[in-house]
């Protein structure tokens, strides 16, 4: 027998074009409202993971980056490691087939090819592939949908990078978040030719954490009963605007959610403020850019949308990435598109 089982996998980054922000159970990431993304390509922005579970490990192990990070007892990642180990306890009394990478400690080694924490998602991918490893090395059978029960308590926008195309997060209404999970609205076969242009405006590390910036919110600021209110009207405008490949739509919604999302952090007190001066700028370029296309009767070209963080996620249809990247180019020569395009991602259900 092996004394040793390994396993590698990737994970793409999501953004979300309808954001999660606020949460109604904190130890189970229980979000307020649900949330739409579109999981970028699996080889642009993403987080690779090599889990390796063997017995002569003396415990859970992971590095981050090529950094060691401490496994707080009970803390996201140790939940992740104990759920899943569950699962495959759970699979082994059913089916009868042990497996004893389960029952050994795992070392996990991790790495973003992008600026970790700067509102980029990288603890979407990072739980996600985290999640996906696990499964893989335990060879559980289990879909994506599953995992992202999982996935979520990483992180709660983990749980929408598990799948590819358009992903949807329903919030649920069971107290234990049992249906609260992730669902394929589109494939990335779809519309293929979605693409995000990034616009990194800083990779530094964001001064309000997400999980602390949502509490914050939920507990001071009247303005996200509102967002809460008319969440669900517009995330079944998204997915009719998805299914019909009506991009002048999508671009209105994602904008108008972006937007509400910043407005609600602004009404948080003391105030949370993600976007900065050039971020900003970037907003007025874009409405612009989709002036004159409106006036040119081509509808809305570009959709700028923000997480927690200055960097600018901008979607269109391939054929406008051009346009836009020298649009910002010009107008902003020191500040580089990262990588220049990404396509949405190309992925599979299963681990
Ligand atoms: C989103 N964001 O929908 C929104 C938009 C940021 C702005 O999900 O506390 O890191 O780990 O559940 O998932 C970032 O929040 O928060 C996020 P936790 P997470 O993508």
């Known amino acids: 027998m092996a004394d040793y089982w390994q396993a590698t996998v990737t994970t793409p980054v999501n953004i979300a074009v309808i954001k999660y922000w606020g949460k109604r159970s904190v130890a189970l990431n229980l979000p307020t409202n649900a949330s739409l993304s579109v999981t970028l390509h699996q080889d642009q922005l993403c987080t690779t993971t090599t889990a390796q579970c063997s017995k002569e490990f ?20 140790d939940t992740c490691i104990q759920e899943m180990k569950k699962l495959r306890k759970a699979y082994e009394d059913k089916y009868e087939d042990p497996h004893p990478a389960s029952e050994w400690h795992v070392h996990l080694c991790s790495f973003n ?3 970790t924490a700067a509102g980029l998602a990288s603890s979407a991918s990072g739980y996600a592939a985290l999640v996906h490893c696990l499964a893989t090395v335990y060879r559980l059978p289990n879909t994506s949908t599953e995992l992202s029960l999982i996935a979520r308590q990483g992180s709660g926008s983990a ?6 195309g358009f992903v949807a997060w329903d919030m649920g209404v069971n107290e234990d978040g049992s249906d609260s999970k992730a669902r394929q609205v589109a494939s990335e076969d779809h519309w293929d030719d979605i693409n995000a242009v990034i616009c990194v405006v800083s990779d530094e590390k964001k001064g309000t954490s997400s999980t602390s910036g949502m509490q914050r919110t939920v507990e001071t600021s009247p303005l996200i009963q509102e967002r809460i209110r008319l969440v669900p009207a517009r995330m079944a405008e998204m997915e009719r605007a998805i299914a019909a490949q009506d991009f002048d739509a999508f671009a209105q919604l994602t904008m108008k959610d972006s937007n509400n999302f910043h407005a609600v952090c602004l009404d948080t007190s003391p105030p949370i403020f993600y976007m900065n001066d050039v971020s900003r700028a970037l907003v007025a370029l874009v409405h612009e850019f989709n002036r004159v296309s409106i006036l040119q009767k081509r509808g809305h070209r570009a959709a700028y949308t923000f997480d927690a963080g200055p960097n600018a996620v901008i979607y269109c249809l391939r054929r406008n990435v051009k346009d836009i990247v020298n649009m910002v180019m010009h107008y902003f020569p020191q500040a580089e598109p990262f990588k220049d395009t990404y396509k949405v991602f190309y992925g599979k259900d299963t681990p």
């Open 58 to 77: 003396a415990s859970d192990r992971l590095w981050l980056n090529g950094k060691e990070e401490v496994i707080k007892p009970g803390g996201r990642t």
């Open 113 to 115: 090819n992008f600026p």
């Open 159 to 164: 749980c929408r990078s598990l799948f590819g």
